[in-house]
């Protein structure tokens, strides 16, 4: 016989928020340091590219360089972002329960 947990949602099949005990404060911890990492890294490396600050060696094209810009950097900012907004939506608390019953 199948048991509860394997049974499908009827509502909402989402994890909910991480409340609760040091594993959530490390998930939380953990879910904004790698945000910031890879917008840091990201945004970084974009504005030392386009700023021409960065001392890049001569074996370095300048197409090499255009590539990192255009594809490789705003890859970092995505997921940067992506993990911040799954870091805020994971740590609110969800709609899953009816607000109770107004009293008019």
Do not use: K
């Amino acid at each position: 016989m199948g048991s509860a947990s394997s049974a499908p949602c009827s509502r909402d099949c989402s994890p909910g928020p991480i409340s609760g005990g040091r594993p959530a404060a490390l998930a939380r911890w953990l879910g904004w340091g790698v945000s910031a990492v890879l917008l840091t890294r990201g945004i970084g490396v974009e504005v030392m590219l386009l700023t021409g600050t960065a001392q890049v060696d001569a074996s370095v094209s300048e197409q090499q360089r255009a590539w990192t810009l255009a594809l490789w950097n705003p890859w970092f900012i995505a997921g940067g972002l992506a993990f911040g907004l799954a870091t805020l939506r994971a740590s609110r608390p969800t709609d899953a329960e009816p607000p109770p019953a107004s009293t008019l």
